[in-house]
């Protein structure tokens, strides 16, 4: 049986005691929490988030921590605003004692870590965003999610384990169950609709030109609640911002192929290697010609018209580094320039 990881604390700019705990080695990868909603020693006995987890930690070191009112944190909390948000993911940074890390976030806390590597651009190197956006309301706004989240005042057990197999799907079982155990001790109703309240008002748009990290919006394709069109536009905005599909409509990041997103993920905090959405979630192949992953990444940016300095910039690497990649490019695929390396590309649906 698996051991709980221990718990340490840090304590934000106003006092509050945050959990926090760490396990694996590697890039450091800070979960920022997902608000209110954080459960991570409940979440560990969670099977699909076990998975998600352990393939994670194979690569990364994962630091995870509840937040203000949740899980293992303090409980009784009054300030539940952006700020203290992002001075509790300073706190969590700062025990962690690395330099810097990568953040992780979804739904509601997208906004947070967005406006923490805005105001400390030295201290993260990249980003994954899930289902998220500037704006806190347009990752809440739609009929289904102000359904399920009325249900808080109604009648709590019913909304965990309403909440639980609509994320999840209906068919869950036994994961759906832990999901929903945890949520239901993860938070009181009350600071659960405080939070909520509070999210929906958070509007960091006008930080997001300032995030000049690489950042990688995930998203599913076909998921009802949020739009694809939000994705997009919160990619589009964000200076090194890709969007990245997964298949499906599950609106949770660990339930289709849960060691498959992790890896996809640790490819992009360690290596940068940015992925293209269907392979997300799948198993990939390379090209016959035997080009790398890193190649194949390049491959992808040159072909959508990037120059090799915004290649570089993209991909965090120097134009030398990328100008060696595009002559390996060039001769396994036997390419003439720029127009052979594009049409060898679309023909293998790497664009």
Same mark, same amino acid.
């Given at each position: 049986?698996?051991? !709980?990881?221990?718990?340490? /604390?840090?304590?934000?700019?106003?006092?509050?005691?945050l959990?926090?705990t760490?396990? =694996?080695r590697?890039?450091?990868?800070v979960?920022?929490?997902?608000?209110?909603?954080s459960?991570?020693?409940m979440?560990?006995?969670?099977?699909?988030?076990a998975?998600?987890? %352990?393939?994670? @930690?194979r690569r990364?070191?994962?630091i995870? /921590?509840?937040?203000?009112?949740?899980?293992?944190s303090q409980?009784d909390?009054t300030?539940?605003?952006?700020?203290?948000?992002?001075?509790?993911? *300073?706190?969590v940074?700062?025990?962690?004692?690395?330099?810097?890390?990568?953040?992780?976030?979804? /739904?509601?806390?997208?906004?947070?870590?967005? +406006? /923490?590597?805005?105001?400390?651009?030295d201290?993260? @190197?990249r980003?994954?965003?899930?289902?998220?956006?500037?704006?806190?309301w347009? +990752?809440?706004?739609?009929?289904e999610t102000q359904?399920?989240?009325?249900?808080?005042?109604k009648?709590w057990?019913?909304?965990? @384990?309403?909440?639980?197999?609509?994320?999840? =799907?209906w068919?869950? =079982?036994?994961?759906?169950? +832990?999901?929903?155990?945890?949520?239901?001790?993860?938070?009181?109703?009350?600071?659960?609709?405080?939070?909520?309240?509070a999210?929906?008002?958070?509007?960091?748009t006008? @930080?997001?030109?300032?995030?000049?990290a690489?950042?990688?919006?995930l998203?599913?394709?076909?998921m009802?609640?949020?739009?694809v069109?939000?994705?997009?536009d919160?990619?589009?905005r964000?200076?090194?911002g890709?969007l990245?599909?997964?298949?499906?409509?599950?609106p949770?990041?660990? &339930?289709? !192929?849960?060691?498959g997103?992790a890896?996809?993920?640790?490819?992009?905090?360690?290596?940068?290697?940015?992925?293209? =959405?269907p392979?997300?979630g799948?198993?990939?192949?390379?090209?016959?010609?035997?080009?790398?992953?890193?190649?194949?990444e390049?491959?992808?940016?040159?072909?959508?018209?990037d120059?090799? %300095? *915004?290649?570089? #910039? #993209?991909?965090?690497?120097?134009?030398?580094?990328? *100008?060696?990649?595009?002559?390996?490019?060039?001769?396994?695929?036997d390419? #003439?320039?720029?127009?052979?390396?594009?049409a060898?590309?679309? #023909?293998l649906?790497? &664009?």
């Open positions: 049986m698996t051991r !709980d990881p221990p718990i340490t /604390y840090a304590r934000s700019r106003d006092g509050v005691t959990a926090v760490a396990v =694996g590697g890039r450091p990868l979960e920022v929490p997902w608000v209110p909603f459960n991570f020693r979440g560990r006995s969670n099977p699909l988030l998975r998600f987890h %352990g393939e994670l @930690e990364m070191a994962v995870q /921590y509840d937040g203000r009112g949740t899980g293992h409980r909390v300030d539940l605003s952006l700020e203290a948000m992002v001075a509790d993911l *300073e706190a940074v700062a025990l962690s004692g690395h330099a810097r890390v990568n953040l992780l976030a979804q /739904y509601t806390s997208v906004p947070h870590a967005l +406006a /923490y590597r805005a105001r400390h651009p201290r993260v @190197e980003i994954a965003l899930f289902s998220g956006a500037a704006r806190g347009l +990752a809440m706004s739609a009929v359904a399920l989240l009325s249900l808080i005042e009648d057990n019913l909304f965990a @384990e309403s909440a639980a197999h609509r994320w999840m =799907g068919s869950a =079982g036994d994961a759906g169950r +832990a999901l929903a155990e945890a949520l239901r001790d993860a938070v009181s109703p009350h600071i659960a609709r405080e939070t909520l309240q999210a929906s008002a958070i509007d960091v006008s @930080e997001v030109v300032s995030v000049q690489p950042v990688l919006v998203h599913r394709a076909a009802p609640q949020i739009p069109a939000v994705a997009r919160l990619a589009s964000l200076p090194r890709r990245a599909l997964l298949p499906g409509s599950d949770a990041l660990f &339930v289709d !192929d849960p060691e997103v890896r996809a993920l640790a490819d992009f905090f360690c290596d940068g290697i940015v992925p293209d =959405g392979a997300i799948a198993e990939s192949k390379l090209p016959p010609a035997g080009l790398s992953r890193r190649e194949i390049v491959l992808r940016l040159l072909a959508a018209g120059s090799n %300095g *915004e290649i570089a #910039r #993209r991909l965090g690497l120097s134009p030398h580094t990328v *100008e060696r990649h595009v002559a390996n490019i060039y001769r396994k695929i390419a #003439r320039g720029r127009a052979d390396a594009t060898y590309a679309v #023909r649906g790497l &664009v």
